[in-house]
């Protein structure tokens, strides 16, 4: 069974600043079904990325996602006050799984 | 635009069932890209995935929850239901459906707003 793992836990980073969050898997997983989404306080998640690397409709390309096999990585290029939130990866093997999450705050 | 609906009652009974329903407007729910799902979160935690269904009837159940847990399609009301039995405390949380696209690529596109359930005498 594969286990998603994500890191840091926390990342606090001042507006302007690049992000980079890494999911790991436990073993190779397909980059077709890697995405990433995500999270506000009280609001359902969003898609960001797809397909690893594949920004949804209306992300704005500060977003990226990158990687393959065991290792992945999205990365906020430049944070805005919009992008403090959670972040989750999710696999897609034989069902849907998420990863335990990374939250972005304002440091 | 697509829109996902969660509907159910907030507060359930321990040992008593939960029953949600999702209400799709925007897209047909008997399209063959799609699957739909339930997703939850308890307080505080992150996001597990409960179950889905095809607009055929076939389904699919995470195996922690399968035993307690039935999804179900109602296409002609352009909605999917589920079923969790026997709750517990540990049921509460903010429950999300959400389309799953599941052809060549897979990620879930479109999300309720979700509606919090709470276990509790």
């Known amino acids: 069974e594969i286990v998603l793992t994500q890191s840091p836990g926390t990342l606090s980073l001042s507006p302007g600043e690049r992000a980079t969050l890494s999911c790991r898997a436990s073993?190779?997983?397909?980059?077709?079904?890697l995405a990433w989404y995500q999270q506000k306080p009280g609001r359902a998640p969003r898609l960001l990325i797809y397909?690893?690397?594949n920004r949804a409709t209306g992300i704005p390309d500060r977003f990226s996602g990158g990687g393959s096999g065991t290792d992945f990585t999205l990365t906020i290029s430049r944070l805005e006050s919009e992008d403090f939130a959670v972040y989750y990866c999710?696999?897609?093997?034989?069902?849907?799984?998420f990863g335990p999450g990374t939250k972005v705050d304002i440091k | 635009q697509v829109l996902l609906q969660e509907s159910g009652p907030g507060l359930v009974k321990p040992s008593e069932t939960l029953s949600l329903t999702c209400t799709v407007s925007g897209a047909s729910i008997s399209g063959s890209t799609y699957h739909w799902g339930w997703i939850r979160q308890p307080p505080g935690k992150g996001l597990e995935w409960i179950a889905t269904v095809y607009y055929s009837g076939d389904t699919f159940y995470s195996p922690s929850l399968e035993s307690r847990v039935t999804i179900s399609v109602d296409t002609s009301n352009n909605q999917f239901s589920l079923k969790l039995y026997s709750v517990t405390a540990a049921d509460t949380a903010v429950y999300y459906c959400a389309r799953l696209l599941l052809r060549g690529r897979v990620y879930f596109d479109y999300w309720g707003q979700g509606t919090l359930v709470t276990v509790s005498s």
């Open positions: 999710q696999h897609y093997g034989s069902s849907p799984l």
């Open positions: 073993q190779s997983v397909t980059s077709s079904y």
């Open positions: 397909g690893a690397s």
